[in-house]
């Protein structure tokens, strides 16, 4: 028989994402109306090895739907990543009689699930809170659409600029592993060329792409690079088409960390209040160590080492998308 959870921790861990906040909120007062005390953790898995761990109540996550980031703050922890910064987690959650546990993070935050369940036998449910969607089995990732957006709204107002001088913008949007902002925001803004690390990019294509399109005297082009491209990011990517176009007036923008912040959507809001949900759901019914997720509008529930080990793939079609309404 599964062990009855009474007490369950929540923590963020990674990088923050938009709608985390909504998720937390899901987790809190769902545990609570199933009667369990639920503690927050502070600043991930630095927060288990601190001992930053308190009660948490409905009021706690009053008016927090609306904000981005995280109130539970997050961190990066190496001293979690060794044994005995995991039997000091381990003791800290025991003191406080936590008996479950909500990961709101990415791969990275999932692995560290995984190796701590499995040595101290503490029920995990890991939640995809990240804004790259580079995991496999969900559909879609708590921060995803808000970055998506963010992006889209910064391309459009860049496009009046290329617009008004006839120019080729370069803009380098986050993704280090993943090129699904780069792609989605793309697509949404007419892009006529989206690098991204899952394709090798052609450097050689490409220039011939600008110089066929200058012929036509097609000078306004827009060029979105994920920034772990394999070529590089976007000034990497403006240094070669300015060796081999020099007559060609190139601009770079780089959107960083703008495509985190900002309240999250009605579509994050409402995905992580029911991964939140259903996280709290899982741990009552006895169904632990896995990875909540949606996948056609239906919860999805696959064990955590299968979220580990899988990736998201950006299937051909997208890219003969992207092919065809660029030319």
Known sequence: MKKKVTKIGVLTSGGDSPGMNACVRAVVRTGIYHGLDVFGIMRGYSGMVENDIFKMESRSVANIIQRGGTILKTSRCKEFFTPEGRKKAYENLKNHGIDGL????????????????????????????????????????????????????????????????????????????????????????????????????????????????????????????????????????????????????????????????????????LIASRMGYAAVECLLDGRHNVFVGIINNRMSYIPINDAVKKKQRISEEWMKIVKILAS
């Open 102 to 269: 909500v990961i709101i993070g990415g791969d990275g935050s999932f692995r560290g699930a995984q190796t701590f369940s499995n040595e101290f036998d503490i029920p995990c449910i890991g939640l995809p809170g990240t804004i790259d969607k580079d995991i496999a089995g969900t559909d879609f990732t708590i921060g995803f659409d808000t970055a998506v957006n963010t992006a889209v709204e910064a391309i459009d107002k860049i496009r009046d600029t290329m617009d008004a001088h006839d120019r080729l913008f370069i803009i380098e949007v986050m993704g280090r592993d993943a090129g699904y902002i780069a792609l989605h925001s793309g697509i949404a803004t007419g892009a006529e060329n989206i690098l991204i690390p899952e394709r090798k990019t052609n450097i050689d294509d490409l220039i011939n792409q600008l110089a066929e399109k200058e012929r036509r005297k097609k000078l306004v082009n827009l060029i979105v690079v994920a920034e772990g491209d394999e070529f590089g990011g976007g000034n990497e990517v403006a240094k070669a088409i300015k060796a081999r176009m020099p007559q060609t007036e190139a601009r770079v923008c780089i959107l960083g960390h703008i495509q985190r912040g900002g309240s999250p959507s009605c579509f994050d809001r």
